[in-house]
T-cell receptor, first 114, second 108 residues
Framework: KAGVTQTPRYLIKTRGQQVTLSCSPISGHRSVSWYQQTPGQGLQFLFEYFSETQRNKGNFPGRFSGRQFSNSRSEMNVSTLELGDSALYLC?????????????FGPGTRLTVT | DAKTTQPPSMDCAEGRAANLPCNHSTISGNEYVYWYRQIHSQGPQYIIHGLKNNETNEMASLIITEDRKSSTLILPHATLRDTAVYYCIVNNFNKFYFGSGTKLNVKP
């Protein structure tokens, strides 16, 4: 089975711009979660989508948004970029059903805001 | 939001068992304990999870105390490739809060 893929792998943007990151989950997985990882704050949960609906949300400002398509692929968007948005953005897919299930992470997108 | 406490770092000799502790004293009855590891800025890798019984798979064993307030991840024969940051997470629905983790250094 192919793993979770994320595109692009590296991105450089300027303050004030917006960016869209893409995540393709493992085939058959219906849940996609997004995380931000920075040296100062560690791994932080952004949101989770299941069957095209946002099911969980972390504590991030409205500049961070996402969506999921009918094929379970997901995108996240960050508008009005700030220097502090520089981070590794990870997505994880899972079956999303049942009480307990493991998440499988992609390699991440490294975003640098200048 | 993280409900777990882990030592920041540990050393282990190659070939020996690595025992990584985690404290989760405020765990609720329906919350599972998960372990993930992250090797040098790659995506975290799932290791194991459990509710109250001890669990074992091809990678590791998970020992959960009877009161569920702490757990230990055991890597039976650590190799240099096991050098990573290990995260212990409690979760009852698909919303994972990662703490600071334990940096395991496996030394030859």
């Amino acid at each position: 089975k192919a793993g979770v893929t994320q595109t692009p792998r590296y991105l450089i943007k300027t303050r004030g711009q917006q960016v869209t990151l893409s995540c393709s989950p493992i085939s058959g997985h219906r849940s996609v979660s997004w995380y931000q990882q920075t040296p100062g704050q560690g791994l932080q949960f952004l949101f989770e989508y299941f069957s095209e609906t946002q099911r969980n949300k972390g504590n991030f400002p409205g500049r961070f948004s996402g969506r999921q398509f009918s094929n379970s692929r997901s995108e996240m968007n960050v508008s009005t970029l700030e220097l502090g948005d520089s981070a590794l953005y990870l997505c994880a897919s899972s079956s999303g059903t049942g009480i307990a299930y493991e998440q499988y992470f992609g390699p991440g997108t490294r975003l640098t805001v200048t | 939001d993280a409900k777990t406490t882990q030592p920041p770092s540990m050393d282990c000799a190659e070939g020996r068992a690595a025992n990584l502790p985690c404290n989760h004293s405020t765990i609720s009855g329906n919350e599972y304990v998960y372990w993930y590891r992250q090797i040098h800025s790659q995506g975290p890798q799932y290791i194991i999870h459990g509710l109250k019984n001890n669990e074992t798979n091809e990678m590791a064993s998970l020992i959960i105390t009877e009161d569920r307030k702490s757990s230990t991840l055991i890597l039976p024969h650590a190799t240099l490739r096991d050098t990573a940051v290990y995260y212990c997470i409690v979760n009852n629905f698909n919303k994972f809060y990662f703490g600071s983790g334990t940096k395991l250094n496996v030394k030859p």
